[in-house]
């Protein structure tokens, strides 16, 4: 069974950092049947939206407003994926949840950790 864990959240001040692990159990995290690793955030009132995501072969894209700021990495001794956030601002206020999918498209998510920043 896969299950996703996710810690690091926090209030931090603007322009502040903070780096969110989740850790994946289940032998999916390296594996052929993994489509790719992401991370979502979900302000309140508000959709959810991808942040970073890392594709199996290795690709990495970010969201526009995240670009320059947030880094995600993958470890995969440890199979955890991380979010480095640096510079952060008000906006990117929000319950942040990383996501497992599989390539039959089956999803795999954490329970979320907030992070909250204020100015």
């Known amino acids: 069974q896969v299950q996703l864990m996710e810690s690091g959240g926090g209030s931090v001040q603007a322009g502040e950092s903070l780096r969110l692990s989740c850790t994946v159990s289940?032998?999916?995290?390296?594996?052929?049947?993994?489509?790719?690793l992401r991370w979502f955030r979900q302000a309140p009132g508000k959709g959810r939206d991808l942040v970073a995501s890392v594709r199996h072969s290795g690709t990495t894209t970010y969201a526009d407003s995240v670009k320059g700021r947030f880094t995600m990495s993958l470890d995969n001794a440890k199979s955890t994926m991380y979010l480095q956030m640096s510079n952060l601002k008000p906006e990117d206020t929000a319950v942040y949840l990383c996501?497992?999918?599989?390539?039959?498209?089956?999803?795999?998510w954490g329970q979320g950790t907030q992070v909250t920043v204020s100015s």
């Open positions: 289940g032998d999916m995290f390296n594996s052929r049947f993994t489509d790719s």
């Open positions: 996501n497992l999918k599989s390539y039959t498209n089956v999803n795999y």
